[in-house]
């Protein structure tokens, strides 16, 4: 008798879960709406309670928001490969799509400072063929901004020669006047004796 009871009270209780879970999970799509849905940006939670959290994945990335092809190259540092795969890339796509990107990724390992193969004026060879052949780019914007920064540091690099030249022609002009001080400061101290000598 008793375990009879007991089973008719268990039996309740799954059935209740059970109803509960059928509940939640399956009449959003048996039962008529009350109201239309609300458009919302937040997923529905997981129908089944887990102790562990669930993680939504992550939103779809469109192919141009992927990993920028230079940010790889920044954390592998493969410069001699990055360059190899890009002057490929840039002698088979004359006739078809591509260029730009190997353009610009030209101009890039040849402008960042890291690279080994940082050379400014190659750099720019890139990013103006890449603005001259391909100027309404994403690419062509990114090289636009890249060849103003070159231009910048080049000028900078410009002043800075000519006053390290400067600087060394002064220096030269004080070690020169320098060297004709202590001249004539040994011809006084010359004089100074012979005329001691001439008074005895």
């Given at each position: 008798m008793l375990s009879r009871s007991l089973r008719r009270a268990?039996?309740?209780?799954?059935?209740?879960?059970?109803?509960?879970?059928?509940?939640?999970?399956?009449?959003?799509?048996?039962?008529?709406?009350?109201?239309p849905p609300a458009q919302s940006a937040v997923p529905p939670p997981p129908a089944v309670e887990s102790s562990e959290r669930v993680v939504p994945p992550p939103p779809a990335v469109e192919s141009s928001e992927r990993v920028f092809p230079p940010q790889r190259v920044m954390e592998s540092r493969e410069y001699a490969k990055f360059l190899t795969e890009n002057r490929r890339m840039l002698e088979q796509c004359k006739h078809s799509t591509g260029c730009e990107s190997a353009l610009f990724n030209l101009g890039f390992v040849h402008a960042y400072p890291q690279s080994p193969y940082y050379d400014l004026t190659k750099a720019l060879q890139y990013f103006d063929e890449l603005l001259k052949k391909y100027p309404r780019t994403p690419w062509a914007y990114e090289g636009r901004a890249w060849r103003a920064l070159i231009n910048e540091n080049l000028a900078l690099e410009g002043k800075r020669r000519r006053l390290e030249t400067e600087f060394r022609a002064k220096d030269d002009t004080v070690r020169?006047?320098?060297?004709?001080?202590?001249?004539?400061?040994?011809?006084?101290?010359?004089?100074?004796?012979?005329?001691l000598e001439l008074s005895r």
């Open positions: 268990c039996g309740a209780r799954l059935g209740v879960i059970c109803l509960g879970v059928l509940l939640v999970a399956g009449c959003a799509t048996s039962c008529p709406p009350a109201a020169s006047l320098q060297m004709q001080l202590d001249r004539a400061r040994d011809i006084d101290i010359e004089f100074d004796k012979k005329q």
